[in-house]
C-alpha cells in the first residue's frame, strides 16, 4: 500500500516538473552570429536572454499586440519582424510553476528598417542605466544570494556580444 502511494506520488511530482522545462529545447541550435538584418518595410526585433543559472528551467512567451511571437528560455534567441508604430508587449512565464520574476509589460515605439534588441536581464548588482523598459524585480536565491531582473533595450554593439552565447530559438507557428 505504501508503495503504491509513494510511486503515485512520484509520478506526480514527476509530471508536475515537466512543466519546469516547457520551453522550446536548443539542442543543435546555432548561436547567433550577427550582424544583425534588417528589413526596409518592418521593424526588426531580437529578443534574447544570456544564459545564467538563476532561472535555468523559466521560459519566457512574448506576445507582441496580443499575439504570441516566440518563447525564450535561458540563453536563447530569437528575431521578428513587426510593423512600425507603437506595439505593446507582454513577457509571461510559460508555466505556473516558474517564478514571475521575468515576466514584464511594456510598449516599444518602431521605426521601418530600424532593428532592436530587447534583453531578459539578470544580475547581482543594483541596474545605473536608463535602459529598462520595466520595473526592476528583486529576488533572493540559495537564502542569500541577492538578483536583479527587468526587461531593458541594448545598443547593437552590446547586445551582438552578450548574444554570442545565445542560441536560435526555434520559429513558432501559430
Not at 91 to 109: K, P, Q, V
Not at 116 to 131: G, K
Not at 156 to 161: H, I, L, P, T
Request: charged share 20%; aromatic share 10%; glycine share 10%.
Amino acid at each position: 500500500m505504501f508503495r503504491t502511494l509513494f510511486m503515485g506520488c512520484l509520478l506526480g511530482a514527476m509530471a508536475l516538473l515537466q512543466g519546469c522545462s516547457s520551453g522550446p529545447s536548443l539542442d543543435g541550435q546555432p548561436y547567433y552570429q550577427g550582424p544583425a538584418e534588417t528589413s526596409s518595410d518592418s521593424a526588426t526585433l531580437y529578443f534574447f536572454r544570456k544564459e545564467h543559472d538563476v532561472g535555468r528551467a523559466v521560459s519566457q512567451n512574448i506576445l507582441i499586440d496580443e499575439k504570441l511571437v516566440g518563447a525564450l528560455p535561458n540563453g536563447g534567441y530569437f528575431k521578428t519582424q513587426v510593423p512600425a508604430g507603437t506595439r505593446a508587449v507582454v513577457a509571461s512565464r510559460a508555466n505556473i510553476l516558474d517564478g514571475e520574476l521575468g515576466d514584464g509589460e511594456f510598449t516599444l515605439t518602431l521605426e521601418n528598417g530600424k532593428t532592436y534588441f530587447v534583453a531578459n536581464e539578470t544580475s547581482r548588482l543594483p541596474y545605473t542605466d536608463d535602459r529598462g523598459l520595466t520595473a526592476v524585480k528583486e529576488g533572493t536565491f540559495k537564502r542569500f544570494e541577492h538578483y536583479y531582473f527587468r526587461w531593458a533595450t541594448v545598443s547593437q554593439v552590446e547586445a551582438e556580444k552578450r548574444m554570442r552565447g545565445c542560441r536560435l530559438v526555434p520559429t513558432v507557428r501559430p
